[in-house]
């Protein structure tokens, strides 16, 4: 069992920056790969970004590249995501998430726990 803690989320201006976190429990934690998602009101929860059990590996969406980061920190259980140029299209709840064995997965329905999720608005 793991259960995942977002935090980090707020309000910030168009080009601005955040840093969330994500604080697993569960000794296994280094066992999992981690992945990124987001949801706006009316759409699909969608893949932003995944990370391997090291943290040498990471895989991005397409509309983050170049300016997110996701980062883990196996010793403290954490696993971050480094946002910078901030758009209004990124506004969203961002929710991270579990996927025993495996990573980078960008279907949702393959991870097996989530966090609660963390508001994420960006103003034009």
């Known amino acids: 069992q793991v259960q995942l803690v977002e935090s980090g989320g707020g309000l910030v201006q168009a080009g601005g920056s955040l840093r969330l976190s994500c604080a697993a429990s569960?000794?296994?934690?280094?066992?999992?790969?981690m992945g990124w998602f987001r949801q706006a009101p009316g759409k699909e929860r969608e893949f932003v970004a995944g990370?391997?059990?090291?943290?040498?590996?990471?895989r991005y969406a397409d509309s983050v590249k170049g300016r997110f980061t996701c980062s883990r920190d196996n010793a403290k259980n954490t696993v971050y995501l480094q946002m910078n140029s901030l758009k209004p299209e990124d506004t969203a709840v961002y929710y991270c998430a579990a996927d025993y064995l495996n990573w980078g997965r960008r279907e949702k329905n393959e991870y097996e726990y989530w966090g609660q999720g963390t508001q994420v608005t960006v103003s034009s």
């Open positions: 990370i391997g059990w090291s943290g040498v590996n990471t």
């Open positions: 569960g000794r296994t934690f280094s066992s999992y790969g």
